[in-house]
């Protein structure tokens, strides 16, 4: 067959038919602004990854804000992972989004970003919007409009408590909410706290493994009898 692989070369998942069905449901390609994305329409999950650029803008990948026109193939779109590396989310990037979505949408922002513009997120869904924040608001300058119209999501983070008294936040204890932004343009969120992602490090292997934490007594060996 014209173009076909010789049989002796691996084409990436070439002898295994599983790999070949899952890869086609993954697309990837150029974001824009040096970053790069991948799609996988069979768990509707988007990850946005650094490049040759850290700020994530507004792109016309899926949202063509001129004409306001949504591209279908990913109107499946549940999940959003913003890698660690990127250090920006820039205004607008994922505003207006409720256009093409109409599915509870969940993202995940990194520990690395330290900025996060106007209307970031603003009305980027129908359904509910749920935030997983790896970043402390130390350091973080979040507009405080970036989540208007976020409604009934969770906003899961390990540094709830410095969430709570954050600028631009409203932290109501009877009801476990966060409301984020200001009385005229805002989002609200069930805040829930998170397990801070445990260090890992490479063995001589290259084998990925967690940093156990011990205590002083641990690296003391018992006395002999």
Known sequence: VAGALPA??????????????????????????GINYSYDSDTGTLTLTAGTGTVVKQSEVVFNYYNYSFSSQFSGISKIVISEGITQIDSMAFADWRNG????????????????????FSSMTNGSLSV??????????????????????????????EW?????????????????????????????????????????????????????DDTIPPNPV
Do not use: H
């Not at 979505?101 to 970031?120: D, L, Q, R």
């Open 101 to 120: 979505i109409n599915k509870n949408i969940t993202v995940e922002i990194p520990s690395t970003v330290t900025n996060i513009g106007e209307w970031a």
């Open 164 to 216: 709570k008294i954050a600028a631009n936040c409203t932290y109501t204890e009877s009801t476990n909410t966060l409301k984020i932004g200001n009385n005229r343009y805002y989002g609200t969120f069930t805040l829930e706290a998170a397990t801070a992602t445990p260090l890992t490090y490479m063995d001589w292997n290259g084998t990925t493994k967690q940093l156990e934490q011990k205590t002083l």
């Open 8 to 33: 002796n070369v691996d084409g990436g998942g070439l002898f295994d038919s599983t790999a070949i069905v899952a890869s086609a449901a993954v697309t990837e390609g150029a974001w824009g602004n």
């Open 132 to 161: 997983v924040m790896n970043a402390s608001p130390t350091g973080l300058t979040m507009n405080a409009n970036a989540f208007n119209g976020a409604e009934n999501g969770t906003f899961t983070t390990p540094y709830a408590d």
